[in-house]
């Protein structure tokens, strides 16, 4: 039996991340929380500022999204993690240019996860097939 729904990027076994990038369901697409890319050996560096990382995190989501068969202007929730209050308002004045048409509905929490990372997204979009 299958699924009632697909998975993007299922972790491989022992991944020290244990959770799939996406999965769609009834028309939905969950995006899990990602900060910005990191890898220094590969010279992919999330952000130095609060605004970078907020625009290369959202990239990140965006393109997790368009696998999927959505993307940004399709979101209707969004998570947003950060790790320092003070970068709240820096984080919102990248975040809002993501979203031209609109602002989806956002709650905001404050994490700490053990990289540099300063933001992360998490999101809720429809699907290609949903209204």
């Known amino acids: 039996m299958t ?3 697909d998975i993007f990027g299922h972790p491989e076994p022992g991944e020290r991340r244990p959770f799939s990038r996406a999965t769609r369901a009834g028309g939905l697409i969950f995006v ?3 900060s910005a890319p990191h ?3 590969a010279g992919i560096h999330r952000g130095a500022t609060a605004a970078e990382q907020t625009r290369n ?3 990140m989501v965006d393109s997790i999204l368009r696998e999927a068969g959505s993307d940004l202007t399709r979101a209707v929730q969004v ?3 950060i790790t320092d209050p003070a970068d709240y308002a820096e984080c919102n004045a990248e975040y809002v240019r993501h979203f031209p048409n609109g602002l989806p509905a956002r709650h905001t929490a404050r994490f ?3 990289t540099e990372a300063k ?3 998490a999101c809720i979009a429809l699907g290609q097939d949903a209204a």
Request: proline share 14%; glycine share 10%; aromatic share 10%.
């Open 3 to 5: 699924a009632p729904f």
């Open 32 to 34: 899990s929380g990602h």
């Open 39 to 41: 890898d220094p050996v």
């Open 57 to 59: 995190a959202l990239a």
């Open 79 to 81: 998570t947003m993690l």
């Open 112 to 114: 700490g996860v053990p």
């Open 119 to 121: 933001v992360a997204f």
